[in-house]
């Protein structure tokens, strides 16, 4: 059982580059998120996804794009990269009741 | 809205002394309260958590946590730390109205020999 996968590990990219960053569940939950990680500033919420097939915007949207075509995979999209999105993001997901998130092991990013 | 604070950034103590992590929550509302551990170049990983009952929660690796409705805190606690709990530590509340976790700004705990 392997959770919550992420890809790539790490990238370093140049600044204007489009990037996709992979998130894959197989728990089946319904519930997706993406998250940033940045220091001192803990985790922010960039986009999340109830079901498949909805997404909604959370604290941090800007620059960020995302779809939920079915259960398993969440990407995250930066359409155009900027230095200020360099950071760690953790994709989660949670299924019904209980409200606990699992966590992947997060994408280091690097935006030159 | 509903946010959470940790108080301390950085916490230092001793081998097997014992540590508190603290974290305070603002909520008008029914609240589900989370703690996280992160380890180094690794994702996030649910100590405990609190959503109803026993206001005394514990964890995995011996932490525990107490709610505490009118001091509107969660606080961390464990009695005696190993090097190996060296970590970033998240106290996080979950959102009636959103259905999402919102996090504090983490607390780092350095074990020394």
């Known amino acids: 059982i392997a959770g919550i996968t992420q890809a790539p590990t790490s990238q370093i990219l140049a600044a204007g580059r489009r990037m996709t960053l992979r998130c894959t569940q197989d728990?089946?939950?319904?519930?997706m998120y993406w998250y940033r990680q940045d220091l001192g500033l803990g985790l922010r919420l960039i986009h999340y996804?109830?079901?498949?097939?909805?997404?909604g915007k959370g604290e941090v949207p800007d620059g960020y794009s995302v779809s939920r075509a079915n259960t398993d995979d969440f990407p995250l999209t930066l359409a155009s990269a900027v230095p200020s999105q360099t950071s760690v993001y953790f994709c989660?997901?949670?299924?019904?009741?209980?409200?606990?998130?699992?966590f992947g092991p997060g994408t280091r990013l690097t935006v030159l | 809205a509903q946010s959470v604070t940790q108080l301390d950034s950085q916490v230092p103590v001793f081998e097997e002394a014992p540590v508190e992590l603290r974290c305070n929550y603002s909520?008008?509302?029914?609240?589900?309260l989370f703690w996280y551990v992160q380890y180094p170049n690794q994702g996030l990983q649910l100590l405990l958590k609190?959503?109803?009952?026993?206001?005394l929660v514990k964890g995995i690796n011996g932490f525990e946590a107490e709610f505490n409705k009118s001091q509107t805190s969660f606080h961390l606690r464990k009695p005696s730390v190993h090097i190996s709990d060296t970590a970033e530590y998240f106290c996080a509340v979950l959102s009636g109205n959103t259905g999402k976790l919102i996090f504090g700004q983490g607390t780092t705990l350095q074990v020394k020999p």
């Open positions: 609190y959503l109803s009952g026993s206001t």
């Open positions: 728990m089946r939950h319904n519930a």
């Open positions: 909520s008008s509302v029914s609240v589900y």
């Open positions: 989660a997901s949670s299924g019904q009741g209980g409200g606990e998130q699992f």
């Open positions: 996804s109830n079901t498949a097939g909805t997404t």
